[in-house]
């Protein structure tokens, strides 16, 4: 099976983790119920900040003791954190949030990676990962427990959901949090977010779709952009239709840092540049519950923004933070924003600000947008016949972001599932239940080993020739396992052949250290040697040593599979076939 995780049909649940920058949730569905109505999905719900609102999200934070164990998670962490810093006993305490974005993006990952907390104090980002991976497990196994079915951990098949965009040592580092959660690999797979979102508006009737005007289903389309945009990044990819079980994913993944923390960090300085930095800051420690109510108060507010009436946005500067400013400026907020001639925002009376929805726009979504939109315009024209542009993500409700993509798509129509910000958690669960259903994948890299092959006179570079027991080679030859582009099917394998002599009295010793291949990348489909620029040592592909040695004349073969999330190698020797490690993180 694809990804070398168990069948689900063996499994009786499916728990499903989308675990974002901001926000993240989680979900999951009996075997028994998906085969019955795929869509019968639970999924969990907290409170928070006060409210007695339940919430399908919860802010990615989690609180430490002093000791560094774990306190709590969510909103709960949050409000327990906010107490502690307007009381001044914060600093022996750990908070984190925002560690997807500030670990996970890096060009190297390494499981001694450190993430400071909002003091400044280091911790391992594997520990911190897996004890939010943990806290979902345990959450889960209470609630079964509460209705009287308690479940094995065997009975569970998990799934995380991951970005399109993110490299192989990002996911690997994520499964091996899951695994010091208490996650065997065999119970848990990652799914792409985009993918996952596609899988689950397939089954959504247009009645579900904002914007859809016919009673159809999105099954029927044949080729769909899916964007993807989440609180840290945006994703794009292109989902071809083949049937009712079969879709491919046709287009390398793409995108960028666009999401919705960056528009609210983007918010962030525009207050520190109105109120100072000093006074945010101040206001910030002082007032915290307040300064995290300001900023959720804005995450609503944006997805208001409609460009198509200019409409006027009102927004409450909260009271602590007009008295805190005016007190120092020893002036009115109004006379603030006349002082530095913002004219597009009105005040009004108590703090209230009305933003146009056009101001909004242009200072906050645009100037971060651009270039996501840009790459998004690219694809379209890239692909002919593309049905219809699919728009999933928290940030996919908000009116000006989706306004903003119509006009770089054209008259291709943009689609938004009314429970968008549930379409990637809730996909995630089919994939589960399903995961064959996606049978092909392009290749976003060109994959390769090196090796060394006969010299061609005339071709080859000249300080590549080696001469070798009478014969000439070339060194640094890339030998490609797959291109970039290439449409690779479910199942499908590259293999290349390994040779290794031990006969010779300066090599006897390797028979006793594992073998190790090289495995290098390159976005360039046409690649020739392993030192040609862009290309990078991707990973490495260890063969333990046996018990005794390995034998003087050494034979085997190397399958690698890339059609699933993840990439799986295999060993063929005499001694059978067995899937083997594959380490890409430093």
Known sequence: MAGGTS??????????????????RYAFSFRSDYLLDPLKIEVNHWTGNGSQTMSPKAPSSVLLNPDKTFKSFGYTAEEEYSNLVETGQHQDWY???KIKMRLLYREKISRTDIIEDECGKPMLGLTIISMIIRYFKNDLFKRLEQRGMPLRDQDILWVLTVPAIWSDAAKQFTKEAAEKAGIKSDDVMLVSEPEAAALYCRFQNMKNISNAKDDSNLAKKTKMLVVDMGEGTTDISVIAI???KEIHIVERACGG????????????????????????KK??????SDYMLLIENFENKKRLIDPSTDKQICFQIPSSLKSMAENLWEYSIQDRFKQMEINAVQVKGRGKLFFPSSFLLENFINPIGKNVFEKLQHIISKHGDIDCVLAVGGLAQSLGVVSEIRKYVKDIPVYVPFDSSLAVVCGALLYGHENNIIKARVCPYSYGIQTMRPFIDGKDDETKKVIQEGKTWCK????????????VKLGDVSSYNLKESFEDENRKHKRFKPIR??????KEKNVRYVTDEGCKEHGTIDIDVPG????????????LEFAGTEIIARLKDEKGTKTIRLEFMT
Not at 517 to 522: A, E, I, K, R, Y
């Open 548 to 559: 005794d040695g390995f034998p003087i004349h050494y034979k085997c073969t190397v399958e």
């Open 283 to 288: 206001f910030k420690t002082e007032h915290r």
């Open 476 to 487: 640094h030859s890339f030998r490609a396992l797959y291109k970039a582009g290439d449409l």
């Open 257 to 280: 840092a666009f999401g919705g923390v960056y528009i609210n960090e983007k918010f962030i300085q525009w207050l520190e540049d109105v109120f100072g930095k000093e006074i945010l």
């Open 517 to 522: 291949c090289v495995l290098f990348t390159s």
């Open 242 to 244: 083949k049937g009712e």
């Open 95 to 97: 908070f984190f949030k």
């Open 7 to 24: 069948s689900s049909e063996e499994r009786l649940l499916v728990a499903a983790i989308d675990f974002g920058t901001a926000y993240s």
